[in-house]
């Protein structure tokens, strides 16, 4: 009895090790891709979803560039949030946002062991992002 409830511990702990491995990956990416877009102003566009150029797209992990990732790349004037298509450097600011559809990265039930009435189960997320601003150069 034991070792089925260490077993189904393990089985949780791994899946949220693997969605949180997906969230650094998100995290570090965002990071990355708002200090290239910063450097290089105008590789993206400036407001709007955006597709990755290729020495860009080199920037992410292999576990979240496979398609389910969305990129969104918007320019601000100053400490303002007011858009800008013509970013001046070193005042304006771009801000990189990537949501990840994470359903492929779920391997177990989600929720886990919902008992309809008694146990909701445990949820795993299903959608992820992160985000990240840098100043242009």
Known sequence: MVSVLGLVLMLVGVQFALIGQVALSLSQGASALARYAAVHPGSFGYNGTASLPSDASALLSPTINDG????????????????????????DRVVVTLTYDATNKIALPNPFLAIPGIFPGIPFPTSLGAQDEQLYE
């Not at 389910?68 to 005042?91: C, D, E, I, R, W």
Request: charge should be positive; proline fraction near 4%.
């Open 68 to 91: 389910k990732l969305t990129v969104n790349v918007n320019s601000y004037q100053a400490g303002t949030t007011t858009q800008t298509s013509t970013p001046a450097a070193t005042v």
